[in-house]
């Protein structure tokens, strides 16, 4: 059983920062890909950032610049530094991987429950 678990989201004002945390457990192979989606009232979910298990790293236009994305291999957390926060990255932020099971040879994704981000004065 795999399981993914957020932490770090809450209330901030604008032009302010948070780091959210996503620790992944289970019996993995490898974690592929790790990252960040996230999901406003009224608008299907976006991708807002990945990073590879090599470090690479991928963003949506709307938050280049502003956050970061890493990953620690070693304790298999993701991490997204959110600075210069705007009122519109208001969102539910899920953490995302896309992993292969021990034993089995192909990839499957996986998703946490979702951490509340509200970015207001």
């Known amino acids: 059983q795999v399981h993914l678990v957020e932490s770090g989201g809450g209330l901030v004002q604008p032009g302010g920062s948070l780091r959210l945390s996503c620790a992944a457990s289970?019996?993995?192979?490898?974690?592929?890909?790790m990252g960040w989606y996230r999901q406003a009232p009224g608008k299907q979910r976006e991708l807002v950032a990945i990073?590879?298990?090599?470090?690479?790293?991928s963003y949506a236009d709307s938050v280049k610049g502003r956050f970061t994305c890493s990953r620690d291999n070693a304790n298999n957390t993701v991490y997204l530094q959110m600075n210069s926060l705007k009122p519109e990255d208001t969102a539910v932020y899920y953490c995302?991987?896309?992993?292969?099971?021990?034993?089995?040879?192909?990839?499957?994704?996986?998703w946490g429950q979702g951490t509340q981000v509200t970015v207001s004065s």
């Open positions: 995302y991987a896309r992993a292969s099971p021990y034993a089995v040879g192909r990839l499957y994704d996986y």
């Open positions: 289970g019996s993995i192979l490898r974690f592929n890909v």
């Open positions: 990073v590879t298990s090599g470090g690479s790293t």
